[in-house]
């Protein structure tokens, strides 16, 4: 008599590598209308996940086409079978499966990481924004010792190709679409949740400097000495806050404090 693990363990077998094992415990049926009812659970299982990754990457469907999403879709639920209760982090790994998978370009899996770290930022832990309003209270004597920290949501990755503008495209439904573009240099973006939506912004050489120092809570007077060394102090001030302001305005920086 076979225990109820082993029936489960042959069950999951089943619908997940299609092993025939289970179907000796449905002896009791008709076998075609045994096979047919296992088939509605092994069926039902992929296009659940199918389903799931079509809601996490609908740019990248666009882009490939429903056929080679399918394929592409089962080929991953075979090599990467939900684990947890829930499907909400089944696709997290699917821009690493396209990095590795033969019929897959470079752009496809940057595509796939770009629509996933807007899905993520969705689910991650919720702070304050800081508002102009709130920095104006800060006499000037004490702009040089204020830090600040960034929204929790926040989230970091590079892109060699032209992701962004075309993902946009894409969603705006613009009639002309960018053509795919590589650059040897790659971008550094952030990501971040504002008002329960999810935003990206392209950071050039000074501004991920500026992000960097300022994430590792060094003061306004130390970020603005360290680009002293190659602008001048009016440059310095007009960069520093302008991107600060932007920052603010955007809902990247979370709080502020003065020593």
């Known amino acids: ?21 289970f179907e000796g415990q449905v002896s009791d049926l008709d076998k075609t209308e045994g ?5 509605v659970y092994q069926n039902g299982y992929y296009l659940r996940l199918l389903e799931v990754l079509e809601l996490d990457y609908p740019v990248l469907l666009k882009i490939v086409g429903e056929k080679t999403f399918d394929n592409w879709g089962r080929e991953y639920i075979k090599t990467n079978p939900s684990s947890r209760f829930t499907v909400r982090h089944f696709g997290k790994n699917f ?5 590795n998978h033969p019929q897959a370009q470079p752009f496809h899996a940057e595509m796939a990481r770009f629509e996933w770290y807007l899905e993520i930022v969705m689910d991650t832990e919720d702070g304050p924004c800081l508002t102009i309003d709130n920095l104006s209270k800060i006499p000037p004597e004490k702009w040089t010792d204020i830090r ?7 989230a970091m990755t590079k892109f060699n190709y032209n992701v962004p503008a075309i993902w946009s ?6 009639q002309e679409i960018p053509k795919e573009e590589y650059h040897d240099q790659a971008i550094q973006f952030v990501f971040w949740r504002y008002n329960t939506q999810g ?18 809570g060094k003061t306004f007077g130390e970020i603005c000495e360290e680009f002293c060394e190659n602008m001048q102090a009016e440059e310095v001030a007009q ?14 920086i979370s ?3 003065a020593s």
């Open 1 to 21: 008599m076979t225990g109820l693990k082993e029936l489960q363990e042959q069950f999951q077998n089943f619908v997940l590598e299609n092993k025939e094992d």
């Open 35 to 39: 096979r047919s009812g296992m088939n």
């Open 95 to 99: 821009d690493k499966f396209l990095a």
């Open 148 to 154: 600040f920290t960034v929204h929790p949501s926040l």
């Open 169 to 174: 495209a894409y969603i705006n439904e613009e």
């Open 199 to 216: 935003y990206y912004l392209g950071l050039n050489e000074d501004q991920y400097t500026m992000f960097e120092l300022l994430r590792e």
């Open 239 to 252: 960069f520093a806050g302008v991107t600060l302001r932007n920052w603010i305005a955007d809902g990247i």
């Open 255 to 257: 709080t502020v404090s």
